[in-house]
């Protein structure tokens, strides 16, 4: 199975950036899509940004078009999420996946374990 990475998170002031990183390993030769998801607390599971593989195709929620872009780095199976212009809505913890689904976090069955976002005023 694949296995994913997180890391980057931090604290940032409103308006400031971030840049997030997903390592892959393990079986990721059929994987179709990374996507990048966030939890608030209390608060379902949200599709932020993904990518498909092989197409290096990109798609994102509307609520950060334009702010945050989705890159990646075939030889070291490594997907970036580039965080821009960050409003205190963003805080969430981050988490990436890997596998065959959109925008659903129920299609993905390949987690990393989260890294927490803090966006202050």
């Known amino acids: 199975q694949v296995q994913l990475v997180e890391s980057g998170g931090g604290l940032v002031q409103a308006g400031g950036s971030l840049r997030l990183s997903c390592a892959a390993s393990?079986?990721?030769?059929?994987?179709?899509?990374m996507v990048w998801f966030r939890q608030a607390p209390g608060k379902e599971r949200e599709f932020v940004a993904g990518?498909?593989?092989?197409?290096?195709?990109?798609y994102y929620a509307d609520s950060v078009k334009g702010r945050f872009t989705i890159s990646r780095v075939n030889a070291a199976d490594t997907v970036y999420l580039q965080m821009n212009s960050l409003k205190p809505e963003d805080t969430a913890v981050y988490y990436c996946?890997?596998?065959?689904?959109?925008?659903?976090?129920?299609?993905?069955?390949?987690w990393g374990q989260g890294t927490q976002v803090t966006v202050s005023s």
């Open positions: 996946a890997a596998g065959w689904g959109v925008t659903d976090p129920r299609d993905f069955a390949s």
């Open positions: 990518i498909r593989w092989s197409a290096d195709s990109s």
């Open positions: 393990g079986r990721t030769v059929s994987t179709y899509a």
